[in-house]
């Protein structure tokens, strides 16, 4: 089954289940949130009820992120991705990278829509996409096996982690962030999909072989199968929940693919900025087979001043008195 929030005629956000009519309603005070965490049978029940309703036609409404994710969790799942991405910096994957999955907390607040704009972030000359699918929790764990975590997948969705690579580098010298790099924008949707309607596509090793294509202005950029992560997801929930809680409609992605999941990684293994950085105008699609499309276009975004630079650095050690 599939959920949707969405929009209707600039109306209140409304939880709905899609079909080939389009989004059915679902009642107005239920969220996508309160069906997760109200478990998948439940959820599924649910959804059934809402398919004998009228629907919406999808271009009729405004497709929002589809859970209001109490946190955002991202990996670095792909070695391929690791490897291009160190490769510009004459580098290889850091053995670290194969000791245990990586993430970083990225803003909820930043989540859009499939089909919403884009602004460039203040100060970024070097705007990219990155093509992801990412997990959301179905119920709340700690500590959780590999084997419980699989039993607390709700369903998948696609994500893209726009990236501002200049501010980002500038972060990750300090050897801390991203954060300016990654908080502007993150692309959730088009809707969520139960786990069960994906099953069908796990190969034997249990990693969920999907077609995963990113293109810009409608030239393919990146192509890759979802089953080239290091890790399934079951692997990071739990890794996410080691010593730490993890919590129904928390959102967990897989990291950029590789084969052109991000430009940077092409940057980093042809040695040019080839193709260009996104600039206005330039639209992104993200495609993955089982869930769906995002579609989202670049714009201008605000202008603002220069942010001030740290001061000399004081020397005296104790308060003056007196």
Same mark, same amino acid.
């Given at each position: 089954?599939?959920?949707?929030?969405? =929009?209707?005629?600039?109306?209140?956000?409304?939880?709905?289940?899609?079909?080939?009519?389009?989004?059915?309603?679902?009642?107005? %005070?239920?969220?996508?949130?309160?069906?997760?965490?109200?478990?998948?049978?439940?959820?599924?029940?649910?959804?059934?009820?809402?398919?004998?309703?009228?629907?919406?036609?999808?271009?009729?409404?405004?497709?929002?992120?589809?859970?209001?994710?109490?946190?955002?969790?991202?990996?670095?799942?792909?070695?391929?991705?690791?490897?291009?991405?160190?490769?510009?910096?004459?580098?290889?994957?850091?053995?670290?990278?194969?000791?245990?999955?990586?993430?970083?907390?990225?803003?909820?607040?930043?989540?859009?829509?499939?089909?919403?704009?884009?602004?460039?972030?203040?100060?970024?000359?070097?705007?990219?996409?990155?093509?992801?699918?990412?997990?959301?929790?179905?119920?709340?764990?700690? #500590?959780?096996?590999?084997?419980?975590?699989?039993?607390?997948?709700?369903?998948?969705?696609?994500?893209?982690?726009? #990236?501002?690579?200049?501010?980002?580098?500038?972060?990750?010298?300090?050897?801390?962030?991203?954060?300016?790099?990654?908080?502007?924008?993150?692309?959730?949707?088009?809707?969520?999909?139960?786990?069960?309607?994906?099953?069908?596509?796990?190969?034997?090793?249990?990693?969920?072989?999907?077609?995963?294509?990113?293109?810009?202005?409608?030239?393919?950029?990146?192509? %890759?199968?979802?089953?080239?992560?290091?890790?399934?997801?079951?692997?990071?929930? =739990?890794?996410?929940?080691?010593?730490?809680?993890?919590?129904?409609?928390?959102?967990?992605?897989?990291?950029?693919?590789?084969?052109?999941?991000?430009?940077?990684?092409?940057?980093?293994?042809?040695?040019?900025?080839?193709?260009?950085?996104?600039?206005?105008?330039?639209?992104?699609?993200?495609?993955?087979?089982?869930?769906?499309?995002?579609?989202?276009?670049?714009?201008?975004?605000?202008?603002?001043?220069?942010?001030?630079?740290?001061? #000399?650095?004081?020397?005296?050690?104790?308060?003056?008195?007196?």
């Amino acid at each position: 089954m599939r959920f949707a929030t969405y =929009s209707r005629d600039g109306g209140p956000a409304r939880a709905g289940v899609v079909s080939a009519a389009g989004v059915h309603p679902m009642d107005e %005070d239920v969220t996508v949130l309160d069906l997760v965490r109200a478990g998948l049978g439940a959820a599924l029940e649910a959804g059934t009820r809402a398919l004998a309703g009228p629907a919406v036609p999808l271009p009729a409404v405004r497709l929002l992120p589809p859970v209001e994710a109490p946190t955002v969790r991202d990996f670095v799942a792909f070695e391929e991705h690791v490897e291009g991405m160190a490769a510009g910096g004459g580098g290889s994957v850091a053995p670290e990278w194969y000791q245990a999955p990586t993430f970083y907390f990225t803003s909820p607040y930043a989540l859009i829509g499939a089909q919403d704009d884009v602004p460039v972030p203040p100060g970024c000359q070097v705007l990219d996409y990155e093509l992801e699918v990412a997990v959301v929790v179905g119920g709340d764990g700690t #500590s959780l096996s590999p084997e419980e975590a699989r039993e607390h997948i709700f369903g998948y969705t696609v994500l893209n982690d726009w #990236s501002a690579r200049d501010l980002q580098r500038r972060e990750m010298n300090v050897h801390l962030g991203p954060a300016k790099g990654k908080d502007f924008a993150t692309t959730l949707g088009p809707w969520l999909v139960t786990a069960d309607e994906l099953d069908p596509y796990r190969d034997a090793d249990g990693f969920l072989a999907l077609d995963l294509r990113a293109t810009v202005n409608g030239t393919l950029t990146g192509q %890759d199968l979802l089953s080239n992560m290091g890790w399934p997801f079951e692997e990071l929930i =739990s890794y996410a929940s080691r010593g730490a809680q993890v919590r129904a409609g928390d959102v967990l992605g897989s990291g950029t693919c590789g084969n052109g999941g991000c430009l940077a990684e092409l940057w980093g293994r042809s040695g040019k900025s080839d193709p260009t950085p996104l600039r206005p105008g330039d639209v992104v699609e993200l495609a993955v087979e089982g869930i769906g499309t995002v579609r989202n276009r670049v714009v201008a975004g605000v202008t603002l001043p220069p942010v001030r630079e740290a001061r #000399s650095r004081p020397v005296p050690r104790a308060r003056k008195r007196g």
